[in-house]
């Protein structure tokens, strides 16, 4: 019964931290590309995906410190790749939190079609407020968030005439043959669930542990067996839930949007509302231990509080007033770049630190050509637009 209670605590820890703002771009995706070409996109990313958390957790059993992705890079690479790494992380959180605000916008727009700035203004300061008072990170958050999202995601597929869909929307589009890769990568990067389900493992004792093998070690090397199936599970969970959704939205509507909100006027206003109501909570939900997860750092670094959480309050609504503001090239340039990177980083601590047969050292050079490609491609089109 111990090993189904990890497994379940496992694979929904996994899709709680996938689920998120990403799910909105798929409908999009789905209408531009092709429905089977985006199917087989997020099929392979997933599989990516799932073998970079795979990897992880690997890196983390083998280093057997109590040191997260930062202090692994700076053990490995050094100061130049730590600070390299820190703005990588950062960065792409920072601009997480502008997709959220993004959506924020559409979602009291659904409950409060006359709203303005006044109404998104104070929608800020609540979810602002946790940050600045400092209040401890709560995984039970992020799992009730998910709850919200896979309630939005069910309710629109339950509620939407899905006849037709595959004669309107096209099998393949190899225009946009490109456009799926980066916005699917947003939509199911997850690290950062490896981390609490490897100390999830030890604290179970499902890790085991034995003597370290080298002379100056003084602690011993946790070995195990890793979650794969918890980890394949839960990623190909949400990846069905986003397949789900996407069909969803184009029963909903015609008008398929990039953030698959804003085109859905057209329902009732108590099907908007009841949608609105579900979006804005599942925001503030993931707002939240984001920034509260950047102002942590930031204070980690030596930052001043004051200074932390200024930089949290205020530069991704500065960023959003300023004109970042296109919901699926904010996405694109996320996915792509800063969490393209974010996997490079962790193959590239796999290489380094993990012994491997020659097929696992081919396949990781993949592993990595695919996530540089994908961050170039990303940089490339974000200064085109």
């Known amino acids: 019964m ?31 590309s092709g429905w089977l070409l985006s199917i087989l996109y997020i099929g392979l990313i997933s ?22 992705l930062l202090g692994l890079i700076k053990k490995y690479f050094g100061q130049a790749g730590y600070y390299s790494a820190f703005l990588i992380i950062i960065g792409g959180l920072i601009l997480t939190l502008v997709v ?50 896979g309630g939005i995601i069910l309710f629109i597929f339950f509620t939407a005439p899905t006849y037709g869909i595959l004669e309107r929307v096209p099998a393949f589009n190899f225009k946009n043959i490109l456009l799926p890769f980066s916005p699917i990568i947003f939509a ?27 002379k100056g070690e003084a602690r011993p090397t946790l070995v195990g067996r890793p979650p794969a199936r918890a980890l394949l599970f839960g990623t190909f969970l949400a990846a069905l839930l986003y397949i789900i959704f996407a069909f969803a939205i184009l029963g909903s509507t015609e008008t398929i949007t990039p953030d698959a909100i804003s085109g859905l006027q057209g329902w009732p206003s108590w099907k908007l509302g009841i949608l609105g109501s579900l979006g804005l909570f599942a925001i503030w939900t993931s707002y939240v231990p984001i920034g509260l997860e950047i102002k942590s750092s930031l204070e980690e670094r030596g930052w001043s509080k004051n200074l932390s959480f200024s930089l ?18 904010v996405v694109s340039l996320v996915g792509g770049v800063f969490l393209g990177l974010q996997y490079w ?40 637009k």
């Open 188 to 214: 199911l990067a997850a690290w950062t669930a490896v981390e609490p389900i490897y100390e999830y493992a030890k604290k179970t004792k499902s890790l085991g542990a034995r003597p370290a093998p080298d």
């Open 312 to 329: 949290v309050l205020f530069l991704p609504i500065t960023l959003l007033l300023l004109g970042l503001n296109n919901f699926l090239a």
């Open 100 to 149: 959220y605000l993004i959506l924020a916008r559409e979602f009291i727009a659904l409950i409060m079609p006359s709203a303005g700035i006044r109404e998104f203004i104070l929608f800020w300061l609540i979810s602002s407020l946790p940050i600045i008072l400092s209040l401890r990170r709560l995984i039970s958050l992020e799992l009730l968030g998910a709850v919200f999202m």
């Open 345 to 384: 980083l962790i193959v590239s601590l796999g290489q380094r630190v993990l012994s491997l047969p020659r097929g696992g050292k081919i396949f990781l050079n993949f592993l990595a050509t695919v996530f540089v490609l994908a961050a170039v491609y990303e940089i490339y089109q974000f200064i085109l």
């Open 47 to 68: 599989s990516l995906i799932f073998s970079v958390h795979l990897l992880y957790w690997q890196v983390l059993a083998k280093a057997g410190d109590r040191v997260k």
């Open 2 to 32: 111990s090993r189904f209670k990890n497994f379940v605590w496992e694979v929904g820890l996994l899709t709680a931290t996938t689920i998120g703002a990403g799910v909105f771009a798929i409908p999009y995706i789905f209408s531009k």
